[in-house]
C-alpha cells in the first residue's frame, strides 16, 4: 500500500512539474499576460471586449437616420425555413435558442424590421468580430484617397521597412495581398485533438491575446508560402494591414477611423480594444464594437457606392474593388466550400465575402464569427445585420437563402 501511495504521489508531482513547465515556457515564448488571457478567455465571445482597454471613437452630432415602417411577420416568415430547420416552434424561440442579439431589415433606406433579443437593446454595444476586417479595409481606400498611401500595389516595406532586414520576402507581399489573404504568412491552427479548442499556440489565440501584437508582427510572423499563389484566411494580414495604416496617417486606427468615417455617418459613439495600454494597439481583425444599427449605416455607405447623402467618404471604385469578385483569381486556389466553379458560389475580397450566384447577381458582406453580419444586395437595395453570440442555429447561408426567396419574389 505504502509503495502505491508513493507511486502515485510521484506521478503526480511529475505530472505538476511538467504543468507548471509548460506554463513557463509558454509565459517566457509569448508573455504572462498572453497565458493569463489563454487560461481565462480562452474561446472569444462578445462580451470579451469589456476584460480589455478600449479606445473610444466618437460619432457624429448629425446624422442619417432610415424611415420607419415596420413589416416584421415579412422579415420573420423570410426565416421561417431555418426556424424548422432547428427544429424550434417560432421565429422568437429560433431567435433565443440561436443567441441572436439584433436582426436589422432595411430596404430603401426604410427599416422594416428592428428587433433586440437576449437582452439586447438599440443601445447596447455589438461585438464585430471579423467584420472589424472590412472597416479596417475601408481605412485603406480611405488612406489610399488622401495620398498617404500609392496604392494596393505597393509592398508592405515601403510601410514597414524594418521587416525586410528580418526577411527580404516581405518585399513581394503587397497590401493587395495582404487585403485578399494571399500573402502566404505561416498560421498555425492546431486544435487539441478531438476539440475545437485552440492549441496555446494557435496563430489565432496568439495574436488575439497577446499584449503587444506590434512586437509581434515586427518581430515573429514568418513567411511560408509564396505571396499570391494560395488563399489562407489568417488574421495577420488584417494586423499588418492596421500596422501600415499607423505608419501612413501618423495616427491609431481609432483616431483615423473616426476622422474618416464614425465622425461622418455615425450615430452612435464605438469601441476599439488594443492588446494593452502599454502597447496601444487595436486588434484590427476583429475588436471593433459598435451599434447594430451603425453597422447598417456602414452597409448603406457600400450600397451607395462610397457616397453619403451627396458627400463621397470612400471611392466609388474602392467599393467596386472591395466587394465585386475579381474573377481573374483562380478559383482552384480556394477551400471546396467556396462552390468551386460551380456558377452560385463564395468569393473574397478586399476583407469582404461575397455571394456570386448564377443570373449574375451577388450580395457582398462584413462577417464575423457567432453571427456577425452586414449583408447587402445591391440590386435590391436592401441591408440586413445579424449580431448573435453562437453559430449553432445560425450562420452566412441563412442569409443567402434568404436572399433566394427574396429573388423569387420577382
Same mark, same amino acid.
Given at each position: ?13 511529475t ?32 462580451y ?5 482597454e478600449n ?9 442619417f ?35 441572436t442579439t ?10 422594416i424590421?428592428?428587433?433586440y ?9 455589438f ?6 476586417k ?11 484617397d ?6 494596393? $500595389?505597393? #509592398?508592405?516595406?515601403?510601410? &514597414?521597412? @524594418? ?6 520576402g516581405? !518585399?513581394?507581399?503587397?497590401? +493587395?495581398?495582404?487585403?485578399e ?26 495574436g ?7 512586437k509581434?508582427?515586427?518581430n515573429?510572423i514568418?513567411?511560408e508560402?509564396?505571396p ?8 495577420? $494580414?488584417? #494586423?499588418y494591414?492596421?500596422? &501600415?495604416? @499607423? ?7 481609432? !483616431?483615423?477611423?473616426?476622422e +474618416?468615417l464614425?465622425?461622418?455617418?455615425m450615430?452612435?459613439?464605438?469601441l ?16 471593433l464594437i459598435?451599434r ?7 452597409g ?5 457606392k ?20 475579381n474573377?481573374s ?7 471546396d466550400?467556396f462552390?468551386?466553379?460551380?456558377? +452560385? ?7 469582404w ?13 462584413a ?15 436592401i ?7 453562437s ?5 452566412d ?8 426567396i427574396i429573388r423569387?419574389?420577382?
Open positions: 500500500m505504502k509503495t502505491l501511495f508513493k507511486t502515485l504521489k510521484i506521478i503526480l508531482l505530472l505538476v512539474i511538467l504543468v507548471v513547465g509548460f506554463v513557463v515556457v509558454l509565459c517566457i515564448k509569448y508573455s504572462p499576460t498572453y497565458v493569463s488571457r489563454l487560461a481565462t478567455m480562452h474561446v472569444a465571445d462578445v470579451d471586449y469589456q476584460k480589455f479606445r473610444e471613437i466618437k460619432g457624429s452630432d448629425d446624422t437616420r432610415f424611415t420607419k415602417s415596420l413589416d416584421e411577420n415579412y422579415v420573420e416568415t423570410l426565416f421561417q425555413g431555418r426556424v424548422e430547420q432547428s427544429g424550434f416552434n417560432s421565429f422568437n424561440e429560433w431567435a433565443e435558442k440561436s443567441q439584433a436582426l436589422l431589415f432595411i430596404r430603401k433606406d426604410t427599416l424590421y428592428e428587433k433579443f437576449n437582452g439586447f437593446s438599440r443601445e447596447s454595444y461585438h464585430s468580430q471579423s467584420m472589424a472590412s472597416f479596417i479595409s475601408f481605412l485603406i481606400g480611405a488612406a489610399i488622401d495620398g498617404l498611401i500609392g496604392s494596393v $500595389n505597393d #509592398s508592405m516595406i515601403k510601410y &514597414i521597412p @524594418e521587416l525586410k532586414k528580418r526577411d527580404p516581405f !518585399e513581394k507581399i503587397t497590401i +493587395k495581398n495582404l487585403l489573404m494571399r500573402s502566404g504568412l505561416k498560421y498555425f491552427t492546431g486544435y487539441i485533438p478531438g476539440t475545437y479548442i485552440h492549441l496555446p499556440w494557435h496563430a489565432e489565440a496568439v488575439y491575446y497577446h499584449p503587444n501584437v506590434r509581434l508582427l515586427l515573429k514568418k513567411i508560402k509564396e499570391g499563389n494560395s488563399f489562407q484566411y489568417n488574421n495577420y $494580414n488584417t #494586423s494591414l492596421g500596422l &501600415i495604416i @499607423e505608419r501612413a496617417t501618423d495616427k491609431t486606427v481609432s !483616431e483615423y477611423l473616426e +474618416k464614425w465622425s461622418e455617418i450615430e452612435y459613439d464605438a476599439f480594444s488594443i492588446d494593452s495600454k502599454r502597447s496601444g494597439f487595436e486588434y484590427m481583425p476583429s475588436r459598435a447594430a444599427i451603425d453597422y447598417a449605416r456602414f448603406r455607405l457600400f450600397l451607395n462610397g457616397n453619403w447623402n451627396g458627400k463621397q467618404i470612400i471611392s466609388e471604385n474602392w467599393v467596386a474593388e472591395s466587394t465585386r469578385e474573377k483569381i483562380p478559383r482552384n486556389i480556394y477551400p466550400w462552390g468551386g466553379d460551380n456558377c +452560385k458560389h463564395l468569393y473574397y475580397n478586399y476583407q465575402w461575397g455571394h456570386a450566384n448564377c443570373d449574375s447577381t451577388y450580395q457582398f458582406m462577417s464575423g464569427n457567432l453571427g456577425q453580419n452586414i449583408y447587402v444586395f445591391p440590386d435590391k437595395e441591408i440586413i445585420v445579424h449580431c448573435g453570440n453559430l449553432e442555429h445560425y450562420g447561408f441563412d442569409l443567402w437563402n434568404v436572399a433566394d423569387k419574389e420577382d
